[in-house]
């Protein structure tokens, strides 16, 4: 599987970014797929992950309420919709896909290549 990832940005704070990342390889639903972010002189941070089948999700506390992860399988597609998005935000976001539905990194191998996110106060 190869991902890859799109739709970062500069935003103002308040704004909204959505994050796609498309899959190739005829397996993608197979995978749970999560988003991780890293900002300069920080570590990889989980952000949320969505189940192989969409029904499962999980959204890590800091962003619940405000990003939101789905998936459409017919299109290869996971999405990361960003709202009310605040500067310490701003990072580069990675998607991963893995047989686990994890909130940690070894819970994915296959990476995507990052996109940026850049959100200006």
């Known amino acids: 599987v190869q991902l890859q990832a799109s739709g970062g940005g500069l935003v103002q704070a308040g704004g909204s970014l959505r994050l796609s990342c498309a899959a190739s390889?005829?397996?993608?639903?197979?995978?749970?797929v999560g988003w991780f972010r890293q900002a300069p002189g920080k570590e990889r941070e989980f952000v949320a992950t969505?189940?192989?089948?969409?029904?499962?999700?999980y959204t890590a506390d800091s962003m619940k309420g405000r990003f939101t992860i789905s998936r459409d399988n017919a299109k290869n597609t996971v999405y990361l919709q960003m709202n009310s998005l605040k500067p310490e935000d701003a990072a580069v976001y990675y998607c991963?896909?893995?047989?686990?539905?994890?909130?940690?990194?070894?819970?994915?191998?296959?990476w995507g290549q990052g996109t940026q996110v850049t959100v200006s106060s």
């Open positions: 969505v189940s192989w089948s969409g029904i499962r999700t």
């Open positions: 390889g005829r397996t993608f639903s197979s995978y749970a």
């Open positions: 991963a896909a893995g047989l686990t539905f994890g909130n940690t990194s070894n819970a994915y191998f296959y």
